[in-house]
């Protein structure tokens, strides 16, 4: 076999935010024609270790190369010039400006005429990136806010493809995707490796990273534990390395008991929107129900109107007393919790402390009186935090700052504190490590058990069938009859319905 070729070489490369050690004497190999998958919990560095290669931030010590040559980019633009473009963990795209202006940030001086830059070239650059990705729906012209988090998220795509990069990052993007999304991200990552570029693959899906990844890096607390090939891959070692501990893998349900109470807490009757197609269910307190289907089947859009986000057009949201939902605040004040799947847009203050992003919705249990103590907050925060195991400094760091992972469990400690009754979570274990997703079960199961209801909507089949009381999968913004709990429900049984 011919040697293998490395293209990007990263050796001891330190990174510190104030207490927190993101980065440890970090090294990594990438070769030509190599797909690398990059793994480990919440919050051990892999966001931080492939922004400093895609140079969004800088390292406080350690070099890098890239094609034999010292490399220290300046900033993004500098990567991108020199051949490395990422795709971020986050939504990254720029709310006021058009699908062709995101594709090319910092790009535009391509496309001057004189002094001006000529709308007339750029979209038809764009248009032309977006056909070639088969994304003939988005654009060029339209402005970003017209799409959804999948759209913009396959904008970004665009972006980081427009210039055939020789490395390509991605990180933990293939939940903001639905199949058709994926695949056509899987597809572009095949062509590069094909063309014997590299891609650097950031994945909490395992199976995921089995797949598509060539070998894997794992990653513990800022120390790279070590790298597998391909034909050595076995699961249970992985998460083991991972989490530095024997992970216990029966994380789901292991009952079959009827639900707990047939008394309705939340009922729609005949939603229309302009996606969803005379939508009506019952759920029930009890009971987890569980909702599912392809990413744009319309269970997403169907989570916001039962919280009151959306109005549908006609049909209507009513809880079970017969308290119409018109808004969120009635859903508020009806004690009902939302988990939006857009984290840092929808179920975060982004720009406020992990401890105020806590007490908002519980102030009123906080409060005594007029008065709320800071040592109240505090402990009230630090205990809710505690619970889902927040990697952070302290309680009143900035929620921007979080990992991702770290991020999506603020959005769920936040819910915990409420005491509320109905919970409409839309995947709540998104980006969620393997060592907490357990974690987040155990809360599910908890809740059932104390009689709160909970619609659960999820992409994940074996989530879905391992937590539900009953499954509603969705297709085309309409629903199939429900799937009772069962041993003998399976993965084909829902996808049946799906496809
Ligand atoms: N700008 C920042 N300021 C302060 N702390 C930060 C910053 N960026 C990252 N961190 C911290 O560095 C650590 C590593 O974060 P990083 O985002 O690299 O984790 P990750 O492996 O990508 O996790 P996830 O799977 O949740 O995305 C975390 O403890 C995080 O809180
Ligand atoms: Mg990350």
């Known amino acids: 076999m011919a040697e293998k070729e490395t293209i990007l070489k990263v050796e001891g490369m330190y990174k510190s935010f104030g207490m927190t050690k993101a980065l440890k004497n970090a090294h ?5 024609g190599e797909v690398h998958g990059l793994i480990g919990e919440n919050g ?18 350690g070099t890098m190369e890239f094609k034999g040559q010292p490399y220290k980019p300046k900033d993004i633009f500098d990567a991108e010039e020199k051949g490395i473009a990422m795709v971020g963990q986050e939504q990254n795209t720029l709310e006021d400006t058009s699908v062709a202006e995101n594709i090319f940030i910092g790009k535009e001086g391509r496309f ?22 088969g994304l003939d729906k988005i654009r060029p012209e339209g402005r970003i806010g017209g799409y959804d988090f999948e759209q913009r998220k396959l904008v970004e795509i665009a972006r980081a493809l427009c210039d055939e990069p020789e490395l390509l990052i991605i990180d933990e993007t293939s939940t903001a995707l639905s199949k058709y999304g994926r695949e ?52 249970h070692v992985m998460k083991q390395l991972m989490v530095g501990r024997e992970v216990d893998e029966d994380y789901y349900r292991t009952d079959y008991d009827p639900r ?50 959306q109005k549908p057009i006609a049909g209507e949201v009513k809880t079970g ?15 009902i919790a939302y988990i939006s799947k857009n984290r840092d847009k929808e179920s975060l203050m982004i720009a406020s402390t992990i401890l105020e992003n806590i007490c908002l919705p519980s102030y009123n249990k906080i409060r005594k009186g007029f008065y709320i103590s800071n040592s109240a907050e505090r402990q009230f925060a630090e205990k809710c935090a505690e619970v889902l195991s927040v990697k952070m400094d ?37 980006g969620i490590d393997v060592g907490v997703q357990s974690d987040i079960y155990d809360l599910l199961e908890d809740l059932r058990k104390q009689k709160k209801a909970i619609l659960m909507i999820s992409e994940e089949l074996p989530e879905l069938i391992g937590m539900s009381d009953r499954i509603l999968i969705m297709k085309d913004g309409k629903m199939a009859p429900p799937i009772d709990r069962s041993p003998d429900v399976t993965e084909t049984t829902l996808i049946d319905y799906m496809i």
Request: hydrophobic letters at 40%.
């Open 184 to 235: 056509i991200l899987y597809a572009n990552i095949n062509r590069l490796r094909d063309d014997n570029r590299a891609v650097l693959f950031i994945s909490h899906d395992i199976q995921e990273i089995m797949t598509v990844c060539d070998c894997v890096t794992i990653l513990r607390d800022g120390d790279i534990i070590r790298t597998i090939e391909k034909k050595d891959y076995d699961e």
């Open 28 to 32: 990594i190999q990438l070769f030509r």
């Open 260 to 309: 707990l109470t047939d008394e309705v807490a939340l009922r729609a009757d005949h939603i229309y929107t302009e996606l969803l197609k005379d939508i009506s269910l019952e759920l029930h307190y009890g009971e987890i129900l569980g909702i599912g289907g392809l990413t744009d089947c319309g269970m997403h859009e169907l989570g916001q109107v039962l919280f009151g986000l």
């Open 321 to 335: 007393d017969g308290t119409l939902i018109r808004n969120s605040t009635v859903s508020l004040n009806k004690k």
């Open 112 to 133: 001057l005429t004189g002094p001006i830059v000529s709308s007339r070239k750029m979209n038809a650059a764009a248009e032309k990136i977006l056909s070639s990705l």
């Open 394 to 430: 302290n309680i009143r760091q900035n929620v921007m700052y979080l990992s991702g992972g770290n991020k999506q469990k603020v959005a769920v400690a936040k819910w915990l504190g409420t005491e509320a009754d109905i919970y409409i979570f839309d995947c709540p274990t998104r």
């Open 44 to 61: 051990s560095g892999k966001s931080t270790l492939s922004s400093i290669v895609a140079g969004i931030q800088d390292c406080d010590e």
